[in-house]
């Protein structure tokens, strides 16, 4: 959400909210490890596990990510708002402030300045790690991406404000939900809690530290394709997770690609979401990078501008 003046570090109000937004999934876990013991779980569950999960997770992968903070599609406002709400169910903040995060990272990536980088701010090896993954978000010394600064473009869109603005109502909305409905299909309030702590709290453990993983453990860990000059690798080992965020170096080469995938092997679901939009005209001029522009940047090659094609 915008911001009055550039606060650039984060408030320890701020952190303190991080902290409990961190913590309490992670006791959901807990919870959901002695629920499992005693067997207290249905198919039902698990199906609005995996359901809300989905729905958190593409609205942070394509609403959030592919197309506020790149542009790599477009879409009516209706159905850029619908997936930027679905991406605040999955409680990693406000979308004006994430998109300034990620726009930050990738204007210093692995260099002073990256808010979260595994090689920055907090060390390297396994505090570099930590530092990347969670820490950040409870550091009081980190600059933040400041919406002003670094999203003066979605700022303008008044709709994207509020929704933002409307962001802990709308987390939770996405807690409430699964409670509700746990409540009416177990009959009880035992099942409302049961159904919560799986599709509620579990969920957004597990999506988070799914997010997480690619700012730490894909700056860190895997393959690398192109000539860029930072620490960005592929991690095939999370791409189903992800949702395809884990082709990371190929993201990090061309950030405004609509599919991170590029090859038929890196299996990107988030570029298949977004294709079936097009297909149905639901989304519009998704930008590709073919083949020969991929090979401009692989090493030994020429320096070259990043070349986009735009698919109508």
Known sequence: ???????????????????????????????????????????????MLVGTYLISAFGVTVGYHRMLTHGA?????????????AGSTAVEGPALIWAADHRKHHAHTDVEGDPHSPHIGGGEGLK??????????WSTEIERGWPRKHTPDLLRDKGL?????WFPW?????????FLAGWAYHGSLAGGLQTFVWAGLVRVFFIHHVTWSVNSICHFSGYRRFDVDDHSRNNPLL?????????HHNHHAFPRSASHGMRWYEIDLSALLIKGFVAVGLMSKPVYISR?????????????????????
């Open 1 to 47: 959400m915008p911001e009055a003046r550039p606060h650039k570090t984060m408030s320890k109000a701020t952190r303190y909210v991080n902290i409990v937004a961190v913590v309490v999934p992670f006791i959901g876990v807990l919870a959901a490890i002695v629920m499992l013991w005693n067997s207290a779980v249905t198919w039902f569950d698990i199906a």
């Open 170 to 178: 709308i987390a939770l909305t996405g807690l409430i939900i699964p």
């Open 292 to 312: 020969e522009q991929q090979a401009k940047k692989l090493p030994g090659s020429a320096p070259q501008a990043e070349p986009v094609t735009d698919a109508a």
């Open 73 to 85: 599609v477009q879409a009516p406002k209706w159905v850029r708002y619908a997936f930027v709400v």
């Open 161 to 165: 404000v509020r929704i933002s603005k």
């Open 239 to 247: 791409a189903i997770l992800t949702l395809g965020e884990s082709w």
């Open 128 to 137: 570099g790690l930590w530092h990347a993954h969670v820490g950040w978000l």
